[in-house]
């Protein structure tokens, strides 16, 4: 049996202390350029609190055009990983710019100034998966 967190309600009529279960088409999520985006840096929120009711997880996927780029920045307590699924750009943390490409995994800890960039000839999709999902 699951015993729920002492912090954690019951939701009615499920046996997890959490919202029930979610599956989503990603055709059915809107894109949106958030703040500190530019030039068409598009994202879809997949599993966030407001989407799903997560309490560890943003879990996004990300379309950048040519030219499109999140400015730097940095986070408190976040921690972040960018998985590359196509396109290539340039990402720079804590000064250092290396190029990434499909497949490639970038793992950013909390205090690290970051900034991506699609430098490529073709869109540059891939997936951002930060935990807490806030910065607080």
């Known amino acids: 049996m699951n015993t729920p967190h002492k912090d954690t309600p019951e939701v009615k009529g499920t046996t997890t202390p959490y919202a029930p279960a979610v599956t989503r088409n990603l ?3 809107f894109w949106i350029e958030y703040p ?3 030039h068409q840096a598009l994202s879809k929120a997949i599993v966030t609190p407001a989407q ?3 309490k560890f997880f943003d879990h996004r996927i990300s379309c950048y055009e040519p030219g499109a780029f999140v ?3 940095v986070h408190k307590v976040q921690e972040q ?3 590359v699924l196509s396109g290539e750009g340039v990402l720079i943390t804590d000064g250092e710019r290396r190029v990434v490409r499909a497949n490639d995994v970038a793992f950013i800890p909390p205090g690290v100034v970051h900034e991506l960039h699609c430098t490529g000839t ?10 807490p999902p806030t910065d607080e």
Do not use: R
């Open 36 to 38: 500190g985006h530019h």
């Open 81 to 83: 990983i960018y998985h």
């Open 122 to 131: 073709e869109t540059l999709v891939f997936l951002v998966i930060t935990t």
């Open 27 to 29: 055709a059915e999520l």
């Open 52 to 54: 799903n009711g997560s």
């Open 71 to 73: 400015e730097s920045h």
